[in-house]
């Protein structure tokens, strides 16, 4: 079982780029990190997803650095409703086309006006 | 209006009762999970499943059962051999398998008497 680890918590004032960042067991090339974002009471949505270097979408992008221990999510920009927990999942191959699944405790940022 | 739907959003039961979670998803998706999430623990995942009439434990299966009769429906019961069965409780589908990105339900708060 892969174990991650984030920062609990974060602050940040509106207009700022934010980066959190998910430590996990390196992993391999055939494996994935992916970012959720969950607000009180709802399911998570999807953020981004990789498997190496940088991924870049519309909202926000995703680093994994060679030695692959590491991941960030980079928001750019952030408002006032980016306020919310963030999640980093990590998918290990395990064969036969599947993978085991390891979410992240969460990150908690708060936007400050 | 594709999605994932819950039901009950809030749900109470008695100590020692059998309880059954629905979810049911119209995005033609293969394959279905459950997770449960309680404060500061991120989400854990229960059982999952890639194919009709197919599932696969998670990490904390014990206590808990599921089935995958049709596409569309992946129920989870909560017995009364689980130990701590007060949680949120989210279903999730990807198109798939477990390399894609998963699309969550709005969760159930299931609460023990």
């Known amino acids: 079982l892969a174990k991650t680890t984030q920062p609990i918590s974060m602050d940040s004032y509106e207009g700022q780029e934010v980066n959190i960042t998910c430590s996990h067991n390196?992993?391999?090339?055939?494996?994935?990190i992916t970012w959720y974002q969950q607000f009180p009471s709802q399911g998570p949505r999807f953020i981004i997803q990789?498997?190496?270097t940088k991924v870049t979408n519309e909202v926000a992008s995703l680093f994994i650095p060679a030695d692959r221990k590491s991941s960030t999510l980079s928001l750019p920009r952030v408002s006032l409703s980016d306020t919310a927990v963030y999640y980093c999942?990590?998918?290990?191959?395990?064969?036969?086309?599947?993978?085991?699944?390891?979410f992240g405790k969460g990150t908690k940022l708060s936007v400050i006006p | 209006d594709g999605g994932i739907t819950q039901s009950p959003k809030y749900l109470f039961r008695k100590e020692g009762q059998n309880v059954t979670l629905s979810c049911e998803q119209n995005?033609?998706?293969?394959?279905m999970y459950w997770y449960r999430q309680d404060p500061g623990q991120g989400l854990r995942l229960i059982y999952y499943?890639?194919?009709?009439?197919?599932?696969q434990k998670g990490d904390i299966a014990e206590g808990y059962s599921v089935s995958r009769e049709k596409k569309e429906s992946f129920p989870l019961t909560v017995t009364s051999a689980q130990k701590n069965p007060t949680a949120f409780y989210l279903c999730?589908?990807?198109?798939?398998?477990?390399?894609?990105?998963?699309?969550f339900g709005p969760g159930t708060r299931l609460t023990v008497l």
């Open positions: 999942l990590v998918g290990i191959y395990s064969g036969a086309g599947s993978y085991q699944l390891t």
């Open positions: 999730a589908s990807s198109y798939t398998g477990t390399s894609d990105e998963q699309f």
């Open positions: 499943s890639q194919i009709v009439n197919d599932f």
């Open positions: 390196n992993i391999a090339t055939n494996d994935y």
């Open positions: 995005l033609n998706h293969d394959a």
């Open positions: 990789g498997y190496k």
